[in-house]
């Protein structure tokens, strides 16, 4: 899976009418708006959608799929690094009132997330460094990578200033455990987790 960037608009189309047009045009496609840039990324393969698939488990075994959060896959940020960016998590931890934030084009004010993660693809630059500085800077209190091709779980924490001030990296083998900040204890096997992304071959 590759992702395509498009700096500029055609004519003299806002971004993100731009990036409206280009779904419209490739359904299934993820489109962005990172630092006033567009993102196109295909459609997931297997890998991307197992480790997704396994990731939600724990988060629903801690409770945090109802009461005061929800957990959702594909929900809109809204962005505070330009004035039409937003991002599309994999998954998100959620407060349980997201429907009251609202902003424009199905995206939400970050204040209503407790935590983003992202499953890499062929364009895990992005999710390594453009998303980084980009939930950090909209104070996003976690933000956790899947990192399929290193074999590694990051945990981001504490955004100020953005950037994050703690950037932990665990191994296969390591359990992983995310802030109670986000609702709950929530722990992850960092091994189960990034063998279920590894791509099947023949």
């Given at each position: 899976?590759?992702?395509?960037?498009?700096?500029?608009?055609?004519?003299?189309?806002?971004?993100?009418?731009?990036?409206?047009?280009?779904?419209?045009?490739?359904?299934?496609?993820?489109?962005?708006?990172?630092?006033?840039?567009?993102?196109?990324?295909?459609?997931?393969?297997?890998?991307?959608?197992?480790a997704?698939?396994?990731?939600?488990?724990?988060?629903i075994?801690?409770?945090?799929?109802?009461?005061?959060?929800?957990?959702l896959?594909?929900?809109?940020?809204?962005?505070?690094?330009?004035?039409?960016?937003?991002?599309?998590?994999?998954l998100?931890?959620?407060?349980?009132?997201?429907?009251?934030?609202?902003?424009?084009?199905?995206?939400?004010?970050?204040i209503?997330?407790?935590?983003?993660?992202?499953?890499?693809?062929?364009?895990?630059?992005?999710?390594?460094?453009?998303?980084?500085?980009?939930?950090?800077?909209?104070?996003?209190?976690?933000?956790?990578?899947?990192?399929?091709?290193?074999?590694?779980?990051?945990?981001?924490?504490?955004?100020?200033?953005?950037?994050?001030?703690?950037?932990?990296?665990?191994?296969?083998?390591?359990t992983?455990?995310?802030?109670?900040?986000?609702?709950?204890?929530?722990?992850?096997d960092?091994?189960?987790?990034?063998?279920?992304?590894?791509?099947?071959?023949s």
């Amino acid at each position: 899976m590759s992702a395509a960037s498009v700096e500029r608009p055609h004519g003299n189309r806002p971004l993100i009418a731009e990036a409206n047009r280009i779904v419209d045009r490739l359904p299934g496609y993820r489109v962005e708006i990172i630092g006033g840039t567009i993102v196109v990324t295909p459609p997931p393969n297997v890998g991307h959608a197992r480790a997704l698939s396994r990731l939600r488990t724990p988060f629903i075994a801690a409770g945090l799929a109802g009461g005061e959060t929800e957990v959702l896959e594909g929900v809109g940020v809204w962005l505070p690094n330009g004035a039409e960016d937003y991002a599309i998590p994999d998954l998100a931890v959620v407060d349980a009132d997201i429907d009251d934030h609202l902003i424009e084009n199905n995206c939400y004010d970050p204040i209503a997330f407790r935590l983003v993660l992202e499953v890499t693809s062929s364009n895990y630059e992005n999710d390594l460094r453009g998303k980084v500085g980009a939930y950090a800077q909209a104070k996003i209190p976690v933000y956790v990578i899947i990192n399929r091709q290193h074999q590694r779980v990051h945990v981001l924490t504490e955004p100020t200033g953005g950037e994050y001030q703690t950037h932990r990296i665990h191994a296969p083998g390591e359990t992983v455990t995310l802030p109670k900040s986000i609702g709950a204890e929530v722990t992850l096997d960092a091994d189960l987790i990034l063998k279920a992304g590894q791509t099947k071959v023949s």
